[in-house]
């Protein structure tokens, strides 16, 4: 019994991406993708936000999460490798990084 329990959970492992839609995985990975969500800065369509406001130097500073929703691929997949003092690191597989692209750049999510 114990050996059929664990052969059915490998093969739902396997399966687990047709539990659920593209859009419901992307959306559920721009959430909380390992702790984090790009939500919390980036908005909750990719818009970009303004994180805080103080002075430096006796003027007034932003310090801004850009908009990610219209980046091209490349620039999309180059931010996950680029070493950011602000932007968390983030170990996500290719397909994940494929996924949250097509979040924030689909039409849905607009």
Do not use: W
Not at 34 to 48: L, W
Not at 68 to 91: D, H
Request: glycine share 6%; hydrophobic share 40%.
């Amino acid at each position: 019994m114990r050996i059929f329990v664990c052969v059915l959970f490998i093969l739902i492992s396997l399966k687990a991406e047709d539990f659920i839609t593209k859009m419901e995985y992307a959306k559920m990975l721009y959430s909380n993708p390992r702790g984090i969500g790009c939500i919390s800065c980036h908005g909750k369509k990719g818009e970009g936000s303004v994180l805080a406001k103080y002075k430096h130097k006796g003027k007034q500073k932003e310090l801004v999460a850009p908009a990610i929703n219209s980046l091209s691929k490349r620039k999309f997949f180059a931010a996950f490798k680029k070493s950011n003092s602000v932007m968390p690191k983030y170990f996500l597989t290719k397909k994940e990084i494929e996924v949250l692209y097509f979040y924030v750049t689909s039409e849905v999510n607009r």
